[in-house]
């Protein structure tokens, strides 16, 4: 790997008296780039936020390099020994445990502290575990999004910063532990019960998933597997689109679940509340059987559970017929 990084990225300009502001992955190692790793070669000093975490990385990596700690409990002191090593003219890289450092991780005061003294500071993009949750949550009406990252733990700054998150009409981005997951999946569920939100648990790792379903469902969908409430979350709350209700289908516009207004069938869903509970159906049949999917919609919507089983029926057969024309 180290030949191959240097093949990459040895034409590069690395300059000395530089930090080096390194993304490191957030659980696959083969994430890491080649310019991160040619970068980890050349570098004097590597600063990090765990001196375990790093040292098992360059040691992956085949690289032994001095640790200096910088976190959050000590960020603006560390970056005084970064700064001693930076005037000798030496390159220091940074590295957080996981991800971008300085995106829900220390590093920002460190980059302070480097430009204020007039060194430079390099980015070596990498894995983010937001970007790769935004990546897969398939929401089309996103336009932008807004990063919050990990709610504060309690009292009322939480709820104030739960409150800004869920107005937002755009894509936002959560990170949750699993100790506080069903806490906040209690929140979401009350204060936006139909809007969509994509849950990516334990990204680039072995057990990795993502599933796309109403807010109100995520209570259930945790408490339906142990496994689901294991690992770390990055959550997507899916932007509201222009205009369109929450759940709902764009005013004047075709209902949820590509039925056409005014069919004469009594079980087409017409009213606003039926198309939004048309669309929960069809998202939870994604991942459930019709039965289950049909009794957690209505518990979800309100809607009679015989209606929601008949439109259940009704794209399962749809679903099929598609299947045998392709």
């Not at 300059?15 to 080096?20: A, H, V």
């Not at 310019?35 to 085949?62: I, K, N, P, W, Y």
Request: hydrophobic residues 45%; aromatic residues 4%; proline residues 7%.
């Amino acid at each position: 790997m180290l030949s191959a990084a240097a093949q990459a990225a040895g034409a590069q300009d690395f300059p000395p008296g530089t930090l080096y502001v390194v993304a490191t992955p957030i659980g696959n190692l083969a994430d890491i780039t080649l310019r991160a790793v040619h970068t980890l070669f050349l570098v004097d000093a590597v600063a990090c936020e765990d001196t375990r975490q790093s040292a098992h990385l360059l040691t992956s990596l085949g690289l032994h390099k001095p640790l200096l700690a910088v976190h959050e409990h000590n960020e603006r002191e560390g970056a005084q020994r970064v700064l001693e090593r930076l005037a000798r003219g030496e390159r220091v890289a940074y590295t957080s445990d996981a991800g971008t450092p300085a995106v829900s991780d220390p590093g920002a005061a460190l980059v302070q502290a480097v430009r204020a003294a007039g060194h430079r500071c390099i980015p070596l993009p990498g894995a983010s575990s937001a970007l790769a949750a935004l990546s897969v949550a398939g929401d089309v009406s996103a336009a932008g999004f807004r990063f919050v990252g990990f709610l504060p733990a309690k009292g009322a700054a939480r709820a104030a910063a739960l409150r800004a998150a869920t107005q937002d009409a755009g894509s936002v981005v959560l990170f949750e532990s699993p100790h506080r997951i069903e806490a906040l999946a209690q929140e979401l569920a009350s204060a936006c019960p139909l809007r969509l939100l994509t849950v990516a648990r334990e990204l680039t790792k072995q057990f990795e998933s993502v599933h796309t379903l109403p807010a109100q469902a995520f209570p259930a969908w945790l408490a339906a597997d142990p496994n689901h409430r294991r690992g770390e979350f990055a959550l997507v709350l899916h932007g509201t689109g222009t205009g369109a209700p929450v759940g709902g289908a764009a005013p004047g516009g075709p209902p949820v679940g590509g039925l056409t207004p005014g069919a004469s069938d009594a079980s087409t869903p017409s009213s606003p509340e039926e198309q939004a509970a048309h669309r929960v159906l069809t998202i939870l049949l994604k991942d459930l059987p019709v039965k289950q999917a049909s009794t957690l919609g209505a518990e979800i919507t309100g809607i009679p559970k015989k209606r929601l089983y008949q439109w259940a029926l009704d794209l399962k057969d749809a679903r099929a017929a598609d299947d045998a024309d392709a």
